[in-house]
């Protein structure tokens, strides 16, 4: 692997930013997004406009994988920051989340949010747990079973947040 970067995404990057989210959401492993979501659903929901931002780590131009940063909530709630990440197949555990996080939690802190808080960490996704911990985000609450697993049954949801 050379040097990844992180930088924001293009309309030009969907088609490569695409497959990893398929086979993210297909999985039905770590998102609550629904499974049978067409290209052009996923498409509006990942790639942000302002206030949001989407990001893709790059490697040689391929996307390794992506993220997405947008108010938490309307309102009162604006000031918080929620993000999303996905890292495609062939690049887990080579840094790539870490590098994402790092950089959503930069791009958060500059537009002037002032927290950022994730809603629903599925607990068996103990990798995310772990790399978000390690970011600084803390549980704040817990979701008993929430998240319909496809192969574990129903478990819990994480709440976690970190100010900035």
């Given at each position: 692997?050379n040097?990844?970067?992180?930088?924001?995404?293009?309309?030009?990057?969907?088609?490569?930013?695409?497959?990893?989210?398929?086979?993210?959401?297909?999985?039905?492993?770590?998102?609550t997004?629904?499974?049978?979501?067409?290209?052009?659903?996923?498409?509006?929901?990942?790639?942000?406009?302002?206030?949001?931002?989407?990001?893709?780590a790059v490697?040689?131009?391929?996307?390794?994988?992506?993220?997405?940063?947008?108010?938490?909530?309307?309102?009162?709630?604006?000031?918080?920051?929620?993000?999303?990440?996905?890292?495609?197949?062939?690049?887990?555990?080579?840094?790539?989340g870490r590098?994402?996080?790092?950089a959503?939690?930069?791009?958060?802190?500059?537009?002037g949010?002032?927290?950022?808080?994730f809603?629903?960490?599925?607990?068996?996704?103990?990798?995310a747990?772990?790399?978000?911990?390690?970011?600084?985000?803390?549980?704040?609450g817990?979701?008993?079973?929430?998240?319909?697993?496809?192969?574990?049954?129903?478990?819990?949801?994480?709440?976690?947040?970190?100010?900035?």
């Amino acid at each position: 692997m050379n040097e990844v970067t992180v930088r924001s995404a293009t309309d030009a990057d969907w088609p490569a930013i695409w497959p990893i989210v398929e086979v993210v959401v297909r999985a039905g492993e770590t998102y609550t997004y629904p499974r049978d979501l067409t290209q052009t659903q996923r498409r509006a929901i990942w790639m942000q406009t302002a206030p949001g931002i989407t990001l893709v780590a790059v490697d040689d131009d391929q996307v390794l994988g992506s993220a997405r940063v947008t108010p938490n909530q309307m309102g009162g709630g604006s000031h918080v920051a929620n993000a999303s990440f996905m890292v495609g197949p062939a690049a887990r555990g080579r840094g790539v989340g870490r590098l994402l996080c790092e950089a959503a939690l930069d791009q958060a802190r500059s537009a002037g949010f002032r927290a950022m808080q994730f809603n629903a960490v599925v607990e068996t996704n103990t990798v995310a747990v772990a790399l978000w911990k390690s970011l600084g985000f803390d549980i704040v609450g817990t979701v008993p079973e929430a998240f319909d697993h496809p192969t574990k049954g129903f478990v819990d949801l994480h709440i976690m947040h970190r100010r900035l």
